[in-house]
């Protein structure tokens, strides 16, 4: 019997539905930031984040930070790259398109490279755009949450490597940590940048970004100062290292009660193997996505190497728009997000089957996502004569 | 009843203790960041921070940011002053030192005036200082929360406004904000930084800043682009606007859950005038100030017109350091801080004494503190043979 009051069923691309542990931890009483207790929990907490990435690199490190997912996208852009040098994003959407934003009001040069709508840039694409400059980083929008479409960081990686090592691998895993597979040393992989509200399971108000030595080595040894305060690597690198270390430090005072959250989830999360959450989340993805095709229903990323499955992205049948849906979908206890894209957006929904959603086997919110997809579909056709 | 789990009394500069309502606000179930129920409440929490701040005029605008309350020096810092312009920093201690460091960050030449430890700039040398360089912005820590000095924003403000009317009033309000008196229309501030954790009795993770029409105009009118992404006025401006207008918008996901516990306790404070809950604040920081007396103790903060209302610095007894006093504190189920200021960091403890631990008439965390205080320094004094 969950501890929750009663409520509609949140299956957007985050937040997402939280396990009661992770909810009742945000209640945590008051705690000094530098006293044992929050200390040794904080600590702990930097180390599940490494086993979240399958990180055991020491030179590796988790930076945990109160703020939005998009508070990463300013540390990567006022620290691993400099004014004047280049970055090149690989644009799938929406995100793409701020990230190239947030790039360039820290001075940085952006080329993008932008895929048509459901789709992601081609590897040959890739390669030929990083013969033509010499990039300082490279970014990749791993689940784009406007569409649904994954990108290959792992083969784009690789392509990197061979074709401009010194290129730092930038990863917008927002929505993607915790729901895709990442092996960030095994992919040698340099910032990942992600939130703590989509398939981590906590409440939103953290930004987590995951930096390799590498990255930590452009942050520290620039030409120029980072051209940031908060959002310093190197004012919160001793923060972070000391803390690991069970050792009270201060540059900001952290969220207490979010980082209590994060740490139960993180425990959960990591007390079986990544590979096995994966595959439940596939096997889930899999199951929405069949669902989806037997409704009728196309998805905004037709390519199945190109969706992402913590989340699906499907295309109203034609004469509907989001408005005739979502609140069929709502009257069944179920809420599902509208579309983001600005030039599909009425078109398509957003189905969001992530975490505890998914992995919980005490919940059947996929089963009652799919029964009141089906009746709200029924519902908005005939009030159309469709 | 309170529904917390039993723990030590949390009495240090922030974060404090924490009212049942507000803690539960915090595990809030899974919400949409742009579904009319949060929506609703996060516009109203808007409109309650300018109840706070005593504020009716429509031009000035409240901020609400997952971030520490750092996180508002660098909205301050990227958005107020531009690249190449003064900003006058009065520095009595620590945080002024750190104002300093991000003001420079984004390009600022910054003059330092300090007072001795324990005192504040004197407005003969603040109007001196004002009349040497044309100054963008002036800082005040209002309470610096390592010395417990208190400034007198409201003088200090009449001076700028007579010596050097276009410079911008900021005040570093992180400690004072719910404890000491602000009138931000009326004292004509421009803008008051601030965090959820001191005296507004919210769990730490949200950056508050309250700007004037003034400030607004700064960072919107500049001539070059601000130079931060996730800490610029202009991206969160329509944001905050959209929500206190009841209409969803996105930048970055808030933090749904901590917007909750802001919300409940605002509603708290505001639903009494606040000139009451000043007073309040005067009376206990009276009666600790009487006891530190009264048990042989100096404050670092010797001026009574310096002195804080929320929060007492208070030099422990010849003899004695931080650590023979405080574990005697905690066995008695009390927590202070410990020294801040690192020129003295261990001749000196700091007791927060501000929001439910003061206002909530069921709670009698003061004299418990004082009691506590009594029995450790006669213990800590017998351990050393004084």
Known sequence: MSTQAPHNTLLIPGPIEFDDAVLQSMSHYAESHVAPGFVKVFGETITLTRKLFQSTNPSAQPFIIAGSGTLGWDLVSANLIEKGENALVLNTGYFGDSFGKCLETYGAQVTHLRAPIGDRPAFEEIEHALKQKPYKVITITHVDTSTGVLNDIKTIAQVVRRVSPNTLVVVDGVCSVG?????????????????SQK????????SIVMCSGRAIQAATARKTPASAYYASIANWLPIMQNYENNKPSYFATPPTQLVHALHTTLSQITARPMAERFAIHVAASDRVKAAVAELG???VAPKPECQAHGMTAMYLPQGLVAPDVLPGLLKRGVIFAAGLH????????RFGHM???????????????LAALKEALAEAKQAKGL
């Open 355 to 369: 975490g505890v959603s998914i992995s919980d086997p005490n919940r059947n919110d996929v089963d009652k996502a």
């Open 342 to 349: 600005k030039e599909i957006a009425p078109k398509y929904i």
């Open 199 to 206: 398939a981590i399971g906590c409440p939103p108000g953290l």
């Open 179 to 195: 729901s895709e597979e990442i092996a960030f040393d095994e992919w040698d992989l340099d910032a990942v940048v992600t939130a």
């Open 297 to 299: 229903m196309t998805q």
